[in-house]
């Protein structure tokens, strides 16, 4: 498969609630082939789909029908962390796989005919980065092309990433599917406050690793490193044994975060030195659903 024709694969395991039709399992009455059971034809009003058992075995003569679920469409939206930290080039660039990621997740939507939206942040809610779900089928290039001009203009104008705790005012207010784009290069107070805010939506977060950021040379020495976050740097003097010890670090941090999203109902994917879209989507395809 080609970069440009990458699309990302996912279900839900829970049932939609949208009035309009879609290809996942709901909770709505409709046109569709899930029978959900059979009601008085005042109710149902199709009479198309009457059930001559039922009606018979009514002690009151009412007639009854057949009444199906329709499959109905949800909201998927990409709440993406443009703090500064999102910047840091090494064996991948951040900001070019949250592009690749926007563009394979819209493309998925639009083909199972949901809506895509795309929230950016850093220490706030970026407007001009603002796409309310649209069924439009360019969406998610547009979306690519607005990150990658970001990616051009240099230093980012945010260290934080507050406005991942303020993505929720713009979130639909039916249950969505989301998904979060971030190193988690912030306080761990601000990812749980996060996943609080967003605990009506299934949230899947999508933690960028880089093998780099996190192991210095194992040489002797002397270096400068920078915070990735705050860009404050520190002297270090290296030795073998603090590569090892920054990457047991990492292990460590991403192990909690793992372990906090999953007791809110979330989940977290790492994604190391690359976007492995087939290894995303095979986290929806085991645990079954529509």
């Given amino acids: ?4 024709a990458e699309e ?27 029978f959900r059971g059979v009601v008085p034809l005042a109710v149902g009003r199709d009479a198309r789909r009457i059930d001559l058992r039922a009606s018979v075995a009514d002690p009151f003569g009412r007639p009854w029908v057949r009444e199906f679920r329709q499959r109905s469409r949800i909201p998927v939206v990409l709440l993406a962390d443009l703090s500064r930290s999102m ?75 507050q406005g991942l705790v303020q993505a929720t005012r713009w979130l639909p207010r039916q249950r969505s599917l989301v998904f979060v784009v971030s190193d988690l290069y912030f306080d761990m107070a601000l990812f749980e406050k996060m996943l609080k805010q967003l ?20 040489r002797w020495g002397l270096v400068r490193l920078a915070d990735l976050e705050n860009a404050r740097e520190r002297l270090v003097f290296l030795h ?30 790492v994604a190391q030195d690359g976007l492995n ?4 989507a095979r986290h929806f395809l085991a645990r079954g659903g529509t």
Avoid: K, N
Wanted: include cysteine; glycine fraction near 8%; charge should be positive.
């Fill in 1 to 4: 498969m080609t970069r440009a």
């Fill in 8 to 34: 990302l694969a996912y279900r839900i395991r829970w049932r939609a609630a949208d009035v309009h039709p879609g290809s996942h399992r709901s909770r709505v009455a409709g046109s569709g082939e899930e």
């Fill in 87 to 161: 910047r840091f080039a090494g064996s991948v660039e951040r900001f070019e796989l949250t592009a690749r990621f926007a563009r394979a997740l819209a493309r998925g939507a639009f083909r199972r005919g949901d809506p895509f939206g795309f929230i950016g942040c850093d220490g706030a809610v970026r407007r001009e980065l603002l796409l309310p779900p649209t069924l439009s089928r360019h969406a998610g290039e547009h979306v690519a092309r607005q990150l990658r001009d970001l990616a051009v203009q240099g230093a980012a104008r945010e260290a934080s990433a």
């Fill in 199 to 218: 605990a009506q939506h299934e949230v899947v977060v999508v933690l960028l690793a880089d093998s780099l950021e996190r192991a210095p040379p194992a």
């Fill in 240 to 269: 073998p044994g603090l590569a090892d010890r920054l990457a047991a670090a990492q292990q460590a941090r991403h192990a909690g975060a793992a372990q906090m999203a999953r007791r809110h109902g979330a989940s977290l994917l």
């Fill in 277 to 280: 879209l087939a290894a995303l």
